[in-house]
Nanobody
Framework: QVQLVESGGGLVQAGDSLRLSCAASGRIFSGWAMAWFRQAPGKERDVVAA????????YYADSVKGRFTISRDNAKRTVTLQMNSLKSEDTAVYYC???????????????WGQGTQVTVSS
C-alpha cells in the first residue's frame, strides 16, 4: 500500500512564499513520476507541476511558471513544491500524486494524498 502525506499548507499573504512537502511510504518508489495538483472551490482539479523519477522531465502549468519549483529526493522519498510570489488565485487544496507507470498522461496518476489547504489573502 502506498501512502502520500502532504504538509506545509497554510494561510499567507499575496507575495509570500510557501513550501509544500510530500512524504511517500509503502511500495517501491522507483520509476514513479510525481506531481502536485490543486483544486480550488467550484473548479476541477488541475495539475500544477510534475517531475519524472530522475528529475529530467519537469512540467509546470502556465499559471505557475517562474513562481513554483518542484523537486524530489528519491533517497528520502519526498517531493517538494516551492511556491513563491503567491497570488490569491493560488488558493486551493493542493494534492500530492504519484504515477506508478512513470512519466505519461496526467490522467494516469493512481496514488493521491489527502491534500493540504493553501490560502492566499490579497
Amino acid at each position: 500500500q502506498v501512502q502520500l502525506v502532504e504538509s506545509g499548507g497554510g494561510l499567507v499573504q499575496a507575495g509570500d512564499s510557501l513550501r509544500l512537502s510530500c512524504a511517500a511510504s509503502g511500495r517501491i518508489f522507483s520509476g514513479w513520476a510525481m506531481a502536485w495538483f490543486r483544486q480550488a472551490p467550484g473548479k476541477e482539479r488541475d495539475v500544477v507541476a510534475a517531475i519524472s523519477f530522475t528529475g529530467g522531465r519537469v512540467y509546470y502549468a502556465d499559471s505557475v511558471k517562474g513562481r513554483f519549483t518542484i523537486s524530489r529526493d528519491n533517497a528520502k522519498r519526498t517531493v517538494t513544491l516551492q511556491m513563491n510570489s503567491l497570488k490569491s488565485e493560488d488558493t486551493a487544496v493542493y494534492y500530492c500524486a504519484a504515477d506508478s507507470s512513470g512519466w505519461g498522461s496526467f490522467n494516469d496518476y493512481d496514488y493521491w494524498g489527502q491534500g493540504t489547504q493553501v490560502t492566499v489573502s490579497s
